[in-house]
């Protein structure tokens, strides 16, 4: 992967880097909203501080999304929750990807509706390791877990995904 | 990993992630300008959209202290500014009530983290006839608000109640 600091300019590096880590932000935070505020904020803090550093820059910036999101959770959860409860839940509707052309689009639904009803640790492994192309051990390393963890995880994700979606391949 | 996880991987992976909005990468563009005109270290976290939203909140906090003082001045005759206190009135209930929050964003390191408000009471009030002769019934809803700002460098919090009515008017018959 291109490094950031050899790019012309942060605005392709972003361009090209930025849908996938909105979505794994989106895995961390409640809202679109809340996930662009916390992609922009890695970003600028990557940016402006660490892309001289050796290394992967998309890791970097993973941990430093996942950072912000944890952050900024700890600092909203409690008000976010009692908002919750008083409107019955802040529902994303915002589509994790790219609408496609006709029929297509039904299953690009098909498959949201899917991962959204993923347990939470699966579904960011699954990311981090379809659309981030991490391995396991960096997602565990990531996460905080074993790499074999992450592994089981990712597969127990695609056997739900397979089973919700089979009945929709069939019916 | 049998031949159908390995479709469901391919298929996934022919998804493409939306696209962060438009608005995303211009405030990343004026953070960074903003950083490359400022000689001191940026703060992480203090984001051109946050600093917006403070900004935003702290109006809303000056302006919500101001609603207090005009309904309060105008719904209660006898409420005066104190003469030893320019900014601050005296509540009927004897609560003092600042015009203005005892810092801005500006001030310090305080930044304000959090806001509250609590219902306590709802009272019927005499009715009144509106300047077009439309009669209507004022009904007293009694809230107390607190505001939580907080010192990002040193943790220091600074907390903060104010008493609020809010008067609503409904439609009513007099006789």
């Known amino acids: ?28 935070t409640r809202t679109l909203a809340d996930a662009e505020d916390v992609v922009q904020e890695a970003f600028v803090r990557y940016w402006r501080h660490q892309r001289g550093l050796p290394g992967n820059p998309q890791a970097l910036l993973l ?7 944890l952050d900024l959770a700890r600092r909203i959860g409690r008000r976010k929750a009692r908002e919750e409860l008083a409107d ?22 098909e498959i949201e509706c899917a991962l959204r009803r993923l347990p939470d640790e699966q579904r960011e492994v699954l ?17 905080e ?11 127990y994700a695609l056997i739900s995904l397979r089973r919700e979606l089979e009945p929709l391949c069939h019916g | 990993m049998d031949e159908s996880l390995k479709e469901l991987e391919d298929e996934l992976s022919r998804l493409h992630p939306a696209r962060p909005s438009l608005a995303v990468a211009a405030r990343i563009e004026a953070e960074l300008a903003l950083g490359e005109s400022r000689t001191a270290a940026p703060q992480p976290g203090a984001s051109v959209a946050n600093r917006t939203r403070r900004l935003a909140w702290s109006l809303c906090v000056a302006a919500a202290a101001a609603a207090v003082t005009f309904v309060a001045l105008r719904q209660s005759p006898s409420v ?17 009530t600042t015009s203005q929050p005892p810092l801005s964003p500006d001030d310090a390191e305080y930044r304000p983290v ?44 600074l907390q903060w109640t104010v008493p609020r009515d809010e008067i609503r008017v409904i439609p009513a018959i007099l006789h």
């Open chain 2, 114 to 157: 959090d806001a509250r408000s609590v219902f306590y009471g709802v009272s019927a009030e005499t009715g009144v006839y509106l300047r077009d002769q439309t009669p209507v019934q004022q009904v007293r809803y009694r809230y107390l608000d607190t505001y939580t700002w907080k010192n990002q460098a040193t943790h220091a919090s």
């Open chain 1, 145 to 155: 877990v074993s790499p074999s963890t992450a592994a089981s995880r990712y597969r």
């Open chain 1, 88 to 109: 019955g839940g802040l529902e994303d509707r915002h589509g994790y990807f790219v609408p496609l052309p006709g029929d297509g689009d039904e299953r690009r639904r």
């Open chain 1, 127 to 143: 990311v981090l390791k379809i659309w981030q192309e991490r391995t396991f051990d960096e997602i565990g390393r990531l996460l």
């Open chain 1, 63 to 69: 941990v430093s999304v996942r950072r912000s999101a």
């Open chain 1, 1 to 28: 992967m291109e490094a950031p600091h050899e790019s012309a300019s942060w605005k392709d590096w972003f361009a090209e880097h930025g849908p996938r880590l909105l979505l794994c932000a989106r895995q961390w």
């Open chain 2, 80 to 96: 005066a500014p104190l003469p030893d206190h320019a900014n601050s009135v005296t509540r009927p209930s004897g609560a003092v």
